[in-house]
């Protein structure tokens, strides 16, 4: 093989093995961050239920959600033995002409190593509330979750705004 021939074969040799080279070192650093294959980590805040006002026995609960493992999750149900009715994941819209209305929606994503954050100008549950619920009073809530399952939580009943 003449000098040429071979500096080129050579060349053509080392590009795959750079490319190796350079998908090794990115692959090991995503496992010395420990991101590699860890199963999402859901862990919920006690949150918050607001005490309906007015005419409507409909409110609203909110939670915070983190999840802390290295794959996405998705809350997809939530559930209160303490409700009058299946608690609804819901969303809140505005129309092009600036009305507000709520959108159910079937699941909500929880990133990996981020959180989701229930606003009542955002995400939310919308259920019945009790009859007795007073202002303190603590209802438990069941979270169902795509890959981590089922989360044991509760909130707190307090007046809008607080």
Not at 14 to 39: D, E, I, Q, T, Y
Not at 88 to 116: E, F, I, K, N, Q
Not at 132 to 161: C, I, K, M, N
């Amino acid at each position: 093989m003449s000098r040429p021939r071979a500096a080129d074969a050579l060349i053509n040799a080392l590009a795959p093995v750079a490319a190796c080279a350079v998908a090794l070192g990115a692959l090991s650093a995503w496992v010395g961050a420990g991101r590699a294959g860890s199963p999402p980590r859901i862990e919920v805040a006690p949150g918050r239920v607001f005490l309906p006002f007015g005419d409507t026995e409909d409110t609203a609960a909110f939670f915070d959600i983190t999840n802390s493992g290295g794959a996405e999750d998705r809350l997809v149900a939530v559930r209160s033995g303490a409700a009058g009715r299946e608690p609804t994941l819901s969303l809140h819209r505005m129309t092009d002409g600036g009305a507000a209305y709520r959108a159910a929606v079937g699941s909500a994503s929880v990133p990996a190593g981020g959180d989701l954050s229930m606003t009542p100008l955002g995400l939310d549950v919308v259920l019945r509330a009790g009859a007795d619920w007073r202002v303190g009073d603590v209802v438990p809530f069941t979270l169902y979750f795509e890959h981590s399952g089922q989360v044991e939580t509760s909130a707190v009943v307090v007046l809008p705004g607080g």
